[in-house]
């Protein structure tokens, strides 16, 4: 086995995070290197996964280890297993046929990414933008501060002062008239606001109510035969048809760029028996979901299957939505054939239903997942720490939805519909 390695960082290269890169030789190992090598980080191990034991990636002892995903190497990352799920190490997945292809303005763009997952930062604006960031519109959670809020602070007691020593200056109506004394400094708004007049009474209304009719002879008659047979409410909603029920929902979770990471924790933390389907809407590039129902599904407690149209939603299962697949409502959730760009949030049961938005989810799915939540559902983003495009997770928060790591997300979901 011939591996490359570069040992521990020296001082001068303290600020550099020690990285294992694992892909097979090729175009793509060879972008990813010049790739972490721009991004900041010092490649102490560099090696083919199926050439690669557990012992000698521990022994590097990196910080974070950067996978070319491939059919290639997926038996010999099962076996790597033990190794990429040490505590602390940051695990970072990529398609090695997307890593070949990529250069110019997107290879830019993955670098920056890369760099921000790497060092723990949200800075991905190119260089000599940062100012924009810094003068532009800074979001924050939650509504805007109402206007008691705005003046809780103000005094009253200065204008009064001022009105006061600017009294005797006013005109008067008559001749050796006075103005009449402003209340003193220790007059409120509040005390005025308790002495409110009763509005005078409209010309031919009463100023009272008129009396209450007189219920004291009314008295309880026994119901003929035929009223006492009707059924009760329990007995008449169970005969209703089965049109009227509540279909079930589902947990949709939108992702991008450095979402594979974050879609295997979540995975990962839900329980077996997880009462609703979840939902993987995760879009390749390369269109290799075959690949990604394999991965999680090798973590996943759940069943991870390929969603396909015509199929009936279960509960306790994972699906992996490729292009082209959308659900649809009716005695309950089926997936269907959808067009390019509809949108699948607004087909869930709002009330049944949740949307977490992962690193790397589009911008333009935050007023779905938004407008749901108003209508009852559960939405939620992953937390900005350790998130590698976290763009629309910002815009979520500002919308006033919660965030949190993976597993906690997974505890949100288990304690609602566990």
């Not at 294992?20 to 290197?33: I, S, V």
């Not at 560099?46 to 997926?74: I, K, S």
């Not at 604006?125 to 109402?146: H, K, N, S, V």
């Amino acid at each position: 086995m011939s591996t490359t390695c570069w040992g521990s960082p020296v001082s001068a290269n303290e600020s550099r995070k020690p990285v294992a890169l694992l892909a097979r030789p090729g175009q793509a190992r060879e972008r990813l290197r010049q790739a972490l090598d721009a991004a900041g980080a010092l490649i102490v191990l560099e090696e083919d996964p199926a050439a690669l034991d557990v012992a000698t990636l521990a022994g590097a002892a990196p910080q974070a280890a950067l996978v070319a995903l491939e059919p290639a190497v997926e038996d010999a990352l099962v076996a790597l297993e033990p190794a990429l799920e040490a505590p602390g190490l940051l695990v970072i997945f990529d398609e090695a046929d997307l890593a070949a292809r990529r250069d110019g303005w997107e290879a830019q763009r993955w670098i920056r990414h890369l760099a921000a997952k790497l060092h723990g930062h949200d800075d991905v604006l190119p260089p000599g933008r940062e100012q924009e960031q810094d003068i532009g519109l800074q979001l924050e959670p939650g509504y805007p501060a109402t206007p008691q809020q705005v003046h809780a602070e103000a005094r009253f007691e200065p204008h009064l002062a001022e009105a006061e020593a600017r009294a005797p200056e006013l005109p008067q109506d008559r001749p050796g008239a006075t103005p009449p004394p402003l209340p003193s400094a220790a007059w409120s708004l509040a005390e005025e606001a308790d002495v409110v007049p009763e509005p005078a009474p409209e010309p031919g209304v009463a100023s009272t109510p008129p009396p209450l009719p007189d219920f004291s002879r009314l008295e309880l008659v026994e119901l003929d035969d035929k009223a006492a047979a009707a059924p009760s409410p329990a007995t008449a909603a169970a005969a209703l048809p089965n049109a009227f029920a509540k279909p079930p929902g589902a947990v949709l979770v939108i992702a991008g760029i450095g979402g594979p990471d974050a879609v295997r924790k979540l995975l990962v933390a839900l329980p077996r028996g997880f009462k609703r389907p979840v939902l993987i809407q995760l879009r390749l590039d390369g269109g290799r979901y075959d690949n990604l129902v394999k991965q999680m599904g090798r973590v996943s407690a759940l069943p991870v299957l390929m969603a396909e149209a015509g199929q009936e939603l279960s509960g306790a299962r994972a699906y992996v939505l490729p292009e082209g697949v959308g659900v649809a409502a009716g005695d309950g959730l089926r997936f269907v054939e959808v067009a390019a760009g509809d949108e699948l949030v607004a087909a869930l049961p709002p009330a049944e239903s949740a949307v977490l938005l992962l690193s790397g989810a589009d911008t333009a799915r935050v007023d779905a997942a938004l407008a749901l939540a108003t209508r009852g559902g559960h939405v939620a983003g992953q937390a900005l720490e350790g998130c590698y495009d976290a763009s629309a997770i910002r815009l979520l928060a500002a919308g006033g939805a919660e965030l949190g790591t993976p597993a906690q997300l997974a505890e949100q979901l288990a304690s609602r519909w566990g």
